[in-house]
């Protein structure tokens, strides 16, 4: 994501994966931002400490009813609930301290980044199909009490503590798993069950990985790639 301060004197992103012109959202001048989000046809909004949001609530969002996108990280929210008022919402990264969301709530949500929270509700009834997933790390270190979209398509773990995949929901519509920085992880062995039309699988910075059940054994993999060797192509 690049972000640039226009000749406007706002701070702008244009490249984002998903195409959607977006907004950075200045605490300072927040009223400004949003008057500026309505005249120039902004669909995304973002914001970062850095990039003078201070804000405790998301209370103005009620006032960008159409935005489809939102990015909003090392921030620190109290109060979400405006969030619920973006109908069309459908790329979301709200991280780390923040109340729980009720991600059901979304009917056309398709993307979400998400640190790990006990208290979010209704991921897996959700209508995501591309979902990055941080920082699950449960006492247990297990999968056991994750919950992850019934319809997802492309899963992404990012830091999380298990060694095993034991505890996963069965994904039938799961084509895609990238597993990042998961240094404990070393059990693949219930890949072909939990995700049995996966095509694609990708691994890096996890290095304890076997590779003898799970993945060279899978009915449907065409790809996978474990810390640079190849394995199936």
Known sequence: MDIERK???????HDDVDGVPSLGVESARLDDCIDYYQRKGFRGLFGHPEFGFREKNLDFLKRTRNATWLWFWDVSLNQIDALYELKDLEYVGINPQRPGIDFSRFPRLRTAVNHWLKQDTGIADSTI?????WHFNPKSRSFADVQIPRRVKELYLYWA????????PVLKRLQMLQIHRCRNISDLSALPRIAPNLRRLLVT?????DPSAGIIDHPALKSALIDGRELVA
């Open 161 to 168: 503590n298990p060694a095993a995949l034991d505890g996963l």
């Open 129 to 133: 199909t591309r979902y990055y997933l």
């Open 205 to 209: 910075t996890s290095s304890r990985i």
């Open 7 to 13: 000749a406007s004197g706002y701070l702008e992103s």
